[in-house]
Structure formats: structure tokens, C-alpha cells
Antibody
């Protein structure tokens, strides 16, 4: 059974750096064709893709956030980590970890999401 | 980046109605389009991939069509469980863009 679970702080202060961890089970991050992404959703707003990391370690980022976002992985722990610098109240959102299909096009499994509030 | 325009933003309908949601891409994305259903407090659920391929377990009243720049999601006969928010999502050059969402409400 494929599962993804996000963890990290529920509250961060403006200008701080956010670090979120996605722990997966039921598949291997290093399996050929495996791709993991982070997607966020501000309250009442649309989904926004942030970053992707592939089975071979290749990384891709949102054009608008690439200067602030970093994605990495620890295959021994089956974890993917998102780092976002210089957090602002507009970054308040539910952050989801999602697996991308073998085709590489759509998100076929999602974590439950974790709400991060940015406030002083 | 390619822009996605999803319409309408809100749709009021009744059980049994046939409804259609549209997504338009600012340039051709072939059939690299997916549709998701999201209920309050829950993660999105993949309904349709590659514009028209129904995911396993998704009721057959859902269907997708289109290619190039214009795509539609149709629900043939609305059921109470279908009232939710729907998002389209496109893929192009290792980037992913979601539409703005359509909230399907009970009339």
C-alpha cells in the first residue's frame, strides 16, 4: 500500500526557513521512474506545484519559486525534504507531498497535507 | 509557463444533472492533462489522466475529452458525492500548472 505523510512545523515566523519532510512507504524513492513532488494550497485557493525530485536525483522547480525552494531526498529513510527560505504570511498554506505517475504527468498518490501558518 | 484557464469558477447544479467544466491552455499541451476532485479538508484525488483515461475505481459517469488547448470534464448524472471542487492540471517541460478550480455546489 502506497502512503505518503508530511511532517514539519505548524507555525513559522516571517523570514524563517521552512523545512518539511515527506515519509513514504509502499515504494522506493530510487526505483526507476519514481518521481515525488511538493504541492501547496493556500486556504480557499488553488493548488500550486513547487518542486519535483526524480529517482535519479534530478530536480525541477517552479519558475516563480525556484530562488526560495529546494528539494532533496534520503533514500535510506524513504524521505523527501522541502526547504523554503524567507517565509512570508502569503506562504501560509497546506503543503502536500505527492507521487507522480510513471508517465510523469499527473499526481496519482497524495499525502494528507500539513498546514503551515506564517505569523509573528 | 503555460497558463491554464478553468471555467466556471462556481457551478450550481442538482442531483441528476449533466455538468461540464472546461480548461483552456495558453498553448498546445497535446493530451497532457489531468483532472482531480477535492473535498474540504482532503487531498486531491486523481480522476482522469491523459485527458480522457479514467482512473481505476472512478465511476463511469465521469469522462474527460479534448486535446491541444481545450479540455472538458463531464459528469453525466450528478450524485450527492460529486459536490466538491475540481481542478485541471497540465504538464509541460517538467513543470506542472493547475487550473483555478471549479466549485460544484448543490442548487
Amino acid at each position: 500500500q502506497v502512503t505518503l505523510k508530511e511532517s514539519g512545523p505548524a507555525l513559522v515566523k516571517p523570514t524563517q526557513t521552512l523545512t518539511l519532510t515527506c515519509t513514504v512507504s509502499g515504494f522506493s524513492l530510487s526505483s526507476s521512474g519514481m518521481r515525488l513532488s511538493w504541492v501547496r494550497q493556500p486556504p480557499g485557493k488553488a493548488l500550486e506545484w513547487l518542486a519535483r525530485i526524480d529517482w535519479d536525483g534530478e530536480k525541477f522547480y517552479s519558475t516563480t519559486l525556484k530562488t526560495r525552494v529546494s528539494i532533496s531526498r534520503d533514500t535510506s529513510k524513504n524521505q523527501v525534504v522541502l526547504t523554503m527560505t524567507n517565509m512570508d504570511p502569503v506562504d501560509t498554506a497546506t503543503y502536500y507531498c505527492a507521487r507522480i505517475s510513471r508517465r510523469g504527468v499527473e499526481f496519482d498518490n497524495w499525502g494528507q497535507g500539513t498546514l503551515v501558518t506564517v505569523s509573528s | 509557463d503555460i497558463q491554464m484557464t478553468q471555467s466556471p469558477s462556481t457551478l450550481s447544479a442538482s442531483v441528476g444533472d449533466r455538468v461540464t467544466i472546461t480548461c483552456r491552455a495558453s498553448q498546445s499541451i497535446s493530451d497532457w492533462l489531468a483532472w482531480y476532485q477535492q473535498k474540504p479538508g482532503k487531498a486531491p484525488k486523481l480522476l482522469i489522466s491523459k485527458a480522457s483515461t479514467l482512473e481505476s475505481g472512478v465511476p463511469s459517469r465521469f469522462s474527460g475529452s479534448g486535446s491541444g488547448t481545450e479540455f472538458t470534464l463531464t459528469i453525466s448524472s450528478l450524485q450527492p458525492d460529486d459536490f466538491a471542487t475540481y481542478y485541471c492540471q497540465q504538464y509541460n517541460s517538467n513543470r506542472y500548472i493547475f487550473g483555478q478550480g471549479t466549485k460544484l455546489e448543490i442548487k
